[in-house]
């Protein structure tokens, strides 16, 4: 059952939004020069991980999107 509060289409776009953002927030990094860019850049990879795995978790199964 769905809650009244909870949009599933737009949390999904929120968390599509979210991981384009943070794709590219991480090739500017890609190649860190200090060790603060290094610290950033594991802290990327690990909310891109949990991120794509929310985005899973909120698939609602329409394959139509992309023709």
């Known amino acids: 059952m769905e809650s009244k509060y909870h949009n599933p ?3 999904k ?3 599509e939004c979210i991981v384009g953002f943070l794709d590219e927030i991480q090739s500017t990094i890609e ?8 610290w950033i850049r594991s ?8 991120l794509m795995y929310l985005n899973n978790e909120v698939d609602l199964g329409e394959d139509d999107t992309h023709s």
């Open 9 to 11: 289409e737009l949390c």
């Open 13 to 15: 776009e929120k968390l």
């Open 31 to 38: 190649y860190p020069k200090t060790d603060r860019e290094q």
């Open 43 to 50: 802290k990327l990879e690990l909310a891109l991980q949990d």
